[in-house]
Structures are given as C-alpha cells and as structure tokens.
C-alpha cells in the first residue's frame, strides 16, 4: 500500500530564509510524486512532480525537490521564502495504472517579515 | 484555457437534507476525480471516472453517496440525508488518460449544521 508523511505540520520561517518541507512515501512499486500548494478556501495548485525522469525537479516559484531512492524521500525546497509562500503544501503519491493518489496530511508554511 | 470548475463553492445545508456538487472538468480530459478534505487533512480519494464509467470508488464513499458523470464530461456527486460527519471540502480532479498529473478545482466546501 502507498503512503505519505509529512514531518512537521507547521514550519516557520523568516522572509529570505532557506524553505524545507520534508515528505517520506512509501511505495511497492516506482512512484510518481507530486507537491502541490493549496492557499485558503482554494483547490490544490501543482508546484512540481516527479516521473521517473530527473531526480531534481525544478517547479514553478522557485520550487525544487529531489528524488532520493535510497531515503524513500522527495522534500520540498526554496532558496529564499516570500510572504506569498505562506499556504499549506501537500505532497502525493501515485502510480502508473492506479488513478488516485495518495496525499500526505501537509504541511502549513508560515512566513514572517 | 478553462481549468475545472465546481459549483457551488459553498453550500449550508441542515442534517438529513440531499445536497448535488458540481464539477466540469478541463475539456477533452477523460479522467475526473473526486476527492474529499476535511480540516487538517490532505484530500481523501473517493471515486473516479473514464469518460463516463465510474472505475472505482473508495470505501469511504457510502451507500449515501452517488456519483455520476452520465456524458463523459461534466460530473456530479449527491449526498442523500447528510450528516454533520459529512462536512468537509469536496474537491474535483481532472486528467487526460495516460498523463498522472491530476488538476484540481476550486473544491465546494460543505456544512452540515
């Protein structure tokens, strides 16, 4: 069976600070893996995802991940956090040939001046 | 281009009352999905369709639920005699087959009072 963890569900960090979201999956099968943002009362914005191509995934915003095998991982970095950062970010599991994927319980990013 | 699109967006309804949502899924894409949030969590996946068959449905889609999509392109998820329990944001996906990117809409987030 698949699933996602997401360590910490509140991350705080300064304006211009380093961003790490952190999201270990575990899957019996090769994954494709998704961020996607979600800010109040809205739906689910893809950041990125990962399909078996390059390891590091570079998403919209500045957004990247990394794809580690090894560590069953895929967390979510930003060089320089922005205000407008501040939402709640989901990461996902899924696989060719079964449709739904399998979200993590995510991880609201708060962003201080 | 039109993403998806729910309606309503919100929805107030008494315990035991019958409540229909709405999704139009991005045109030409075949799959559409739907899942459910309740506060604090990530999206649960309930069910999903190929053009107008439903494929799967989660166990967490009761005898209460129903959901259909009788054209292949616009779908909409019923919920008889609803329940406080049920409150939550139920938010609609659509992909192209063969693509495991899954878009999100708005979501219509729902209260049972």
């Known amino acids: 069976a698949q699933s996602v963890t997401q360590l910490g569900s509140h991350v705080s960090v300064s304006e211009g600070a380093l961003v790490l979201l952190r999201c270990n999956y575990s899957s019996s099968v090769p994954p494709y893996l998704f961020w996607y943002v979600q800010y109040p009362n809205q739906g689910l914005q893809l950041l990125l995802k990962?399909?078996?191509?390059?390891?590091l995934v570079k998403g919209i915003n500045d957004f990247e991940a990394e794809f580690k095998k090894s560590e069953t991982s895929f967390h979510l970095t930003k060089p320089s956090a922005h205000m407008s950062d501040a939402a709640e970010y989901f990461c996902?599991?899924?696989?060719?040939?079964?449709?739904?994927?399998?979200f993590g319980t995510g991880t609201r990013l708060l962003v201080s001046p | 281009d039109t993403g998806v699109s729910q309606d309503p967006r919100h929805k107030i309804t008494k315990r035991g009352q019958n409540v229909t949502f709405r999704c139009d899924p991005i045109s030409e894409h075949n799959r559409l999905y739907w899942y459910r949030q309740t506060l604090g969590q990530g999206p649960e996946f309930l069910t999903y369709?190929?053009?107008?068959?439903?494929?799967?449905k989660s166990r967490l889609l009761s005898d209460r639920f129903s959901a259909e999509r009788p054209k292949g392109s616009f779908s909409t998820l019923e919920i008889q005699r609803t329940e406080q329990g049920d409150s939550a944001m139920y938010l609609c996906?659509?992909?192209?087959?063969?693509?495991?990117?899954?878009?999100f809409g708005p979501g219509t987030r729902l209260l049972v009072l």
């Open positions: 369709f190929q053009n107008e068959a439903q494929l799967e």
């Open positions: 990962y399909t078996s191509a390059a390891t």
């Open positions: 996906a659509s992909s192209p087959t063969g693509v495991e990117t899954q878009y």
């Open positions: 996902a599991v899924g696989y060719t040939g079964f449709q739904k994927l399998v």
